[in-house]
């Protein structure tokens, strides 16, 4: 029973670490970059959340409400002056520029805030503690129950954006071929824009669920990024619905992990990242880059 | 044509400048036995960050592989020279031993990492720093989360241990720097500036880019690994969050984005600057580490060949002889 509890919390945790992933994945389908700051823009956004919530007494749902167009905001502007510059720069600069950006967006939060540990679980009320109790060993958060939803609904919608809408069909074929989109009257910088600003406001939601269920502080960011990159690629590059399965891999081996010793919890999450790296589904990875897929 | 034109090493401005290279080199060694013990230090500090540079440069310089995980090495450097020492290796056996150990981690991770490429060989190798640092953290004889200090050096008198190390790191530097030289200078540089100018155009003019890019990522294994290990000679004490932590590739990042990426003598440049810099602005805490980003991303975006271009592209000669010059003949 034990084990089964392991599994099922370790898929609702993988609808977080899907939900934190897609995001990335996302913004290296359009625009083959990975971004290092994608995990400590999602601890700006819960700090964005965690303001507005001790300011104004809100719940931090509601706080959502705010704070997802002004970092879908921030993601344009963000792209605008710093990332389209560095894409002409060459395939490094933005891996370099961007963790510059994690560096400063790290330390400016340590400097805003404090180094203290904080959590919106208590604002959050009783959807951060409820559970459904199926049998004596075996419950269900609300919390879980609702990140998984929700994870699933954005990967949903994005797809569907992906697949039936026109901004959709401009990104897929920016993604293929910048050059040649351009040329039939795609205006590939804005489509970069976008898909960073979409990116940018999933990480925030990926970030305000961490700090609901959990805890967080300024330098949480980077384990983040690590957890969704394991994500990204258990599940697959450039696969949307990939990055769901991946993120639930990557939970159930942290929890599994963790039943056995909670020391082994992260641990467990990267040997596995390592066994798909060297299996040869891992060894796929390059061919899938080279088809240029992004969904 | 072919008569009119010859193709040159080096010419007198770059024998002398090269000379003085060494020189420098030269008189450097002699430094405990002049200045104090707190300079012998401070310098042995400088020659730690000179070799993460230099090998930091190496692999995103010339081999295109930028690695946010370099930190794997460095503290699998420390650790390991602990564990030895623990042994019973005498203890500045036990760093160079250490550096060569983390030359071979680099041989046994490189099928995995190398096949990764841009943003996703950045993220694998600090996966695997992670990694290791939990492992490290696991084991209670290698102190476990709380850290760990280096016994056997304290039976040496201070001012000797500092001598000893310092010596010790400015040989592994001057090596590394040869290394890098001989490699830049001898048939496979050319190869080497080709893949970081273009990697696909390099390919499909027939270099074996997999092979080189191993050796760069061995080479820095290594020189990371002694970076780590002599880190540790110097300070006596280290704790895996902060041996393995990712302050230690924003700093290498910092200093050959700001020094000159690609380049020989740029990130000496960008080591020396970010010494000096550490020493003045450290005391800021998390400001300095804001100025520290914001400087790489304005160097990234605006001056991509760093502090170093402003120098080359004005002087009339090279100051070392890693580049072929084509002069008129006669």
Redesign the interface.
Known sequence: MNWVNAIVQGILLGGLYALFACGLSLMFGVMRIINLAHGDIAVLGAFLVWSLTTRFGMNPFWALVPALPVMLILGYVLHRTVLARSLRGGPLTPLLTTFGLAIVIQNALLQAYNPDVRSLGGAAGGIATGSWRITDQLSLSYLGALILATAVLVLGGLQLMLRRTAFGREMRATAQDADTATLVGVPASSVYARATAIAVATATLAGVFLAVRSIFDASSGPTQLIFAFEAVVIGGLGSLWGTLWGGMVLGVAQTIGATIDPQYSILAGHLVFLIVLASPHGRSLLALRREGRTT | MSEQWTVKRSGRATRISSGVFVLIGIVLFTVPLGFRADVVQQLTTLCTLLIMAVMWNVL?GYG?L?S?GQQAFIGFGAYATVYLAQLGVPAYLAVVLAALASAVLAVALAP?LL??????F???T???A??LA??V??DHELGGGTGVSLRGLNTIAPDWRRAYTYWLTLGFAVLLLVLVFLLLRRRSGAAIQAIRDDEEAAASLGVRIMPLKFMLFVLAGFGCGAAGALTLANTLFIQPQSIFG?QW??YM?FMV?VGGIGTYEGPILGAILFFLLQDWFAQY???Y??G???V??AF??FL?RGLWSLADDRLPFRLLPVGYTLRPAG
């Open positions: 995103a295109g930028v946010v995995l096949r990764l490429r841009g943003g996703q950045a993220v694998g600090w996966v695997v992670e990694a939990l492992l953290a696991l990712v590739s924003a990042l984005l805490g998390a400001w580490l804001i520290l980003g914001a790489a991303i990234a975006l991509p």
